[in-house]
């Protein structure tokens, strides 16, 4: 009996003890009371001890459990919440193993960088990075793995689209409880927007310089001229001939000044946004008429010829529009044309073109190349020629063209070919008086 007792103690001990003291009833009445009441012998007062023993284990397993199980919950909620954000941050978050090779990126990743999930893992992201950061990411990632350390870098991926990502990469070791080193994990964040205006800040400080440099010597050069031959004039040897000649060279030199005066002028009034449209009644021929008197002599001393084409009687070329604003971009044209050509034809008119009317100036001249029929319209800008000295100018010209003529409503283009001539087209809506 005491050994079938010893017996049922170690089973009860060792397997599940709750349920067992619940379908021994005389058990449990044992564990209520002191140990003799029952069975009244040694063995019944050591199992009442060992059964307060098993329960306190009992207690504190179930404690542990209870800990461990919320433990786990919690390891369970935070796991769900990381996963989450890793999901839906607006940031590129990446992992790496211990010898670098990328084993996640979460999808906003994938976003900035156009690269699939798969094509990413190990070293297939570095395929989509700009083959001129290559080598330095290269590096600065090895070391960084090497030294178990975090990196910096900003680089570019060019995406599938062909357009380029700029990126802030960022990343930290990561170590588990017993410092062991278990890998990497970055972040990459999108500063394409920032680098774009950063490039066309220091763009347009480049340009600004240059303008500078250029305007300086643009209003020098007719400056001396006219305080030169001012001096000459005063000469009372001098022949009428040569006075004459002199007295030209100070108005042709007096006018260009002026019109780069003019120019910094348009361009300061539409920068500040106080240039506006007038519109007023014009006759788009007296317009060609004026122009063709003005340049008549300019084009002729290099050799060229100047026509222009009134495609309607006069009585019928009235129109609404702002008349100096069409009169100065056709001039700019006009006067492009006749510096950019030499013994060659310059050609100007207009033409109705559905409810607008298109006006050009064609020349035979040195011609754009195509990758610049967008940028010469942009202010400052000019076709880098070898010698960049031989055409005079300010950069103004165009861009004040175009602007004036959208803020009439119309638009300007350009076709041409390096050699082959340019020829300018200007649109504006026609609207009769
Ligand atoms: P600028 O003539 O004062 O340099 P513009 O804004 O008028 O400035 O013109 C910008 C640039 O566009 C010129 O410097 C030149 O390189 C190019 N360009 C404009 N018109 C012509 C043309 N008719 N033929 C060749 N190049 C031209």
Redesign the pocket.
């Known amino acids: 009996m005491k050994q079938i007792r010893v017996v049922c103690v170690k089973i009860i001990t060792f397997t599940d003890i709750l349920r067992n003291l619940k379908n021994r009833p005389a058990f449990n009445k044992s564990a209520t009371t002191d140990g003799t009441k029952n069975h009244g012998d040694k063995y019944s007062v050591r199992y009442g001890k060992q059964q307060s023993d098993d329960k306190n284990l009992t207690e504190g397993l179930k404690a542990e459990n209870k800990a461990l199980k919320k433990r786990i919950e919690e390891l369970e909620a935070s796991e769900k919440k990381y996963s989450v954000l890793a999901k839906t941050a607006p940031v590129g978050i990446f992992n790496a193993d211990t010898r670098g090779n990328t084993v996640y990126v979460n999808p906003y990743w994938c976003k900035i960088t156009q690269i699939k999930f798969e094509e990413a893992l190990g070293n297939g992201w570095l395929k989509a990075v700009h083959p001129d950061d290559i080598a330095s990411l290269t590096r600065n990632w090895q070391n960084a793995v090497l030294t178990m350390s975090g990196s910096y870098a900003e680089y570019r991926f060019i995406r599938k689209d062909g357009t380029v990502a700029w990126v802030i990469g960022n990343t930290v070791p990561e170590f588990n409880n017993d410092g062991e080193f278990t890998g990497y994990i970055g972040t990459i964040t999108d500063i394409t927007e920032r680098k774009m205006a950063e490039m066309k800040a220091e763009e347009s400080d480049r340009l600004k310089t240059s303008f500078l440099n250029n305007i300086s010597h643009e209003i020098r050069t007719p400056l001396n001229a006219i305080t030169g031959f001012c001096a000459f004039l005063s000469d009372s040897q001098l022949s009428n001939e040569r006075k004459e000649s002199f007295a030209n060279i100070i108005m042709e030199s007096s006018d260009y000044l002026l019109s780069i005066i003019a120019?910094i002028i348009d361009v300061a009034a539409i920068e500040s946004g106080q240039a506006r449209a007038e519109i007023c009644q014009a006759n788009a021929n007296y317009i060609l008429e004026v122009l063709h008197g003005r340049f008549l002599k300019r084009a002729g001393d290099r050799g060229n010829t100047l026509t222009f084409k009134a495609r309607m009687p006069d009585a019928e070329a009235w129109i609404m529009t702002d008349k100096s604003k069409l009169n100065q971009a056709l001039n700019?044209?006009i006067?492009?044309?006749v510096?950019?050509?030499e013994n060659g034809k310059i050609e100007f008119g207009y033409r109705k073109k559905g409810d607008d009317l298109e006006f050009y100036?064609k020349?035979s001249?040195?011609?754009?190349p195509e990758d610049?029929h967008d940028e010469?319209?942009k202010r400052f800008?000019?076709?880098e020629?070898l010698d960049s000295r031989r055409?005079?100018?300010?950069?103004?010209?165009?861009?004040?063209?175009k602007e004036y003529i959208e803020m009439l409503g119309g638009s300007i283009r350009?076709v041409?070919k390096p050699g082959q001539?340019?020829a300018?087209y200007l649109k504006i809506p026609h609207k009769r008086p």
């Open positions: 120019d700019n044209l006067c492009n044309s510096k950019f050509t100036v020349d001249g040195i011609g754009i610049m010469i319209f800008r000019q076709v020629v055409y005079s100018g300010t950069g103004l010209g165009l861009s004040i063209a350009v041409s001539g340019s300018f």
